[in-house]
T-cell receptor, first 110, second 112 residues
Framework: SQTIHQWPATLVQPVGSPLSLECTVE??????LYWYRQAAGRGLQLLFY??????ISSEVPQNLSASRPQDRQFILSSKKLLLSDSGFYLC?????????FGSGTRLTVV | QKEVEQNSGPLSVPEGAIASLNCTYS??????FFWYRQYSGKSPELIMS????GDKEDGRFTAQLNKASQYVSLLIRDSQPSDSATYLC????????????FGSGTRLSIRP
């Protein structure tokens, strides 16, 4: 069975500091990988998705970036965080009819 | 224009009744459709996926897809208090390399 690991679970970072969130998937090869952000009480905003190593599509222009250095590894980064970057960040994978989410990272920028 | 639309609710349903959740989408080329359940403060969990027109049943859940009318629905039979959550509809494109877009979710409340 497939599992997805996402860390850290919570993070408090000062404005202007860098960010690195990571997720890894086990039990499947060549999954599609996604980063979403969810503001409190709101829906899921797609930030990035990837269909393969090194292939990243950006959906929202902002100070975030994503990378996929390995087939089952997806990283979300920022060089300088803004207050507006606070939110619940979710990594997800899909392949055909299967799908799953990581447990999420609650980021607070102070 | 939103690509995936859901009524935000809250939808209140008595325990034991059928809850009906609806979702419409704008891209006629969409081929994959997912329903997720999300409890407050938690990550979404997949309930079921559907690819073909018609109904797909899994336990108390039935997904219904009508590509001609561009809508997908989720029926929950014998609703339980534990079904109280936000239900997210997600739509994917014409190939496995397409992105998955989510609706904003419908908040469902099952009243005893």
């Amino acid at each position: 069975s497939q599992t997805i690991h996402q860390w850290p679970a919570t993070l408090v970072q000062p404005v202007g500091s860098p960010l690195s969130l990571e997720c890894t998937v086990e039990g499947t090869s060549n999954p599609n990988l996604y980063w979403y952000r969810q503001a409190a009480g709101r829906g899921l905003q797609l930030l990035f998705y990837s269909v393969g190593i090194g292939q990243i599509s950006s959906e929202v222009p902002q100070n975030l970036s994503a990378s996929r250095p390995q087939d089952r590894q997806f990283i979300l980064s920022s060089k300088k965080l803004l207050l507006s970057d606070s939110g619940f960040y979710l990594c997800a994978w899909t392949w055909t009819e299967n799908s799953g989410f990581g447990s999420g990272t609650r980021l607070t920028v102070v | 224009q939103k690509e995936v639309e859901q009524n935000s609710g809250p939808l209140s349903v008595p325990e034991g009744a059928i809850a009906s959740l609806n979702c419409t989408y704008s891209d006629r080329g969409s081929q994959s459709f997912f329903w997720y359940r999300q409890y407050s403060g938690k990550s979404p969990e997949l309930i079921m996926s559907i690819y073909s027109n018609g109904d797909k049943e899994d336990g108390r859940f039935t997904a219904q897809l009508n590509k001609a009318s561009q809508y997908v629905s989720l029926l929950i039979r014998d609703s339980q208090p534990s079904d109280s959550a936000t239900y997210l509809c997600a739509v994917g494109g014409y190939s496995s390399a397409s992105k998955i877009i989510f609706g904003s979710g419908t908040r469902l409340s099952i009243r005893p």
